[in-house]
């Protein structure tokens, strides 16, 4: 269920677009005060924020600047009465991700929301994470920290599958047949190769590649132990 920070003055629009967003099964926390949903934006994860640009102590524009200063990478969408095209292209410099112009319709707005929501899905999905270690498939990048990996296409690859495959062992041969494929003419010490480079780039990391003795390989997160 997606979360959604509502932020409006007006209560009765406050209220109508809330009874719809609830009615979608969102998770909504709702607000009328620019400080405070700052403050709430700060101290919790939210999906979307549907912010009025006009607002009591801080604007809703301000409050955008301020989110995406602080690297918060939520779905903004921003209500207004200004429909002017300085305006609007203020808004989108700013960091909204779109805006509506008052009046509107709620059940816009609703189809709004879900169409980001989709489309962050799908983003969402073409990346894997476990412990440190963030996988970008489109980009077919890996990042270890925040710190770009350098990987071989066969290290690439074989990182994936392991991610793909976590806590489960996987055979040498079932490695060999998936990542080199079926017409490969050597042998598994290929594999044990590869997963000695793999090993040395994931040093110091919360994930590691354990050997399951006279079976395969298999990747887990490591967790501290208090």
């Known amino acids: 269920m997606a979360k959604i920070l509502l932020v409006e003055d007006e209560d009765n629009i406050r209220k109508i677009i809330g009874y719809d967003l609830r009615k979608a099964n969102y998770d909504i926390v709702e607000c009328a005060d620019g400080k405070q949903a700052l403050d709430l934006a700060l ?6 924020l549907i912010i009025d640009w006009m607002l009591p102590n801080i ?4 409050i955008v600047k301020q989110l995406r200063a602080q690297g918060v990478d939520s779905i903004f969408i921003m209500l207004t009465a200004r429909d002017d095209e300085t305006d609007i292209l203020y808004a989108f410099e700013s960091g909204v991700d779109d805006y509506m112009s008052k009046p509107f319709s709620p059940r816009e707005l609703l189809a709004r929301v879900n169409a980001h929501l989709k489309r962050q899905k799908k983003k969402d999905e073409q990346k894997l994470n476990v412990g440190d270690l963030i996988i970008d498939l489109k980009r077919r990048e890996a990042k270890l920290k925040d710190e770009l990996m350098i990987l071989t296409k066969k ?3 074989l990182l994936e599958y392991f991610v793909q495959n976590k806590d489960i062992v996987l055979s040498r041969d079932n490695i060999l047949n998936d990542i080199w494929g079926f017409d490969y003419d050597g042998d598994t010490r290929i594999v044990d190769v590869h997963v000695f480079k793999l090993r040395s780039k994931l040093q110091g990391a919360n994930i590691r590649i354990r050997s399951s003795r006279g079976v395969g390989y298999l990747l887990e997160e490591q967790h501290e132990i208090a």
């Open 155 to 157: 290290e690439f690859d």
């Open 43 to 48: 101290h919790n994860m939210f999906d979307v």
């Open 59 to 62: 604007s809703g524009i301000d």
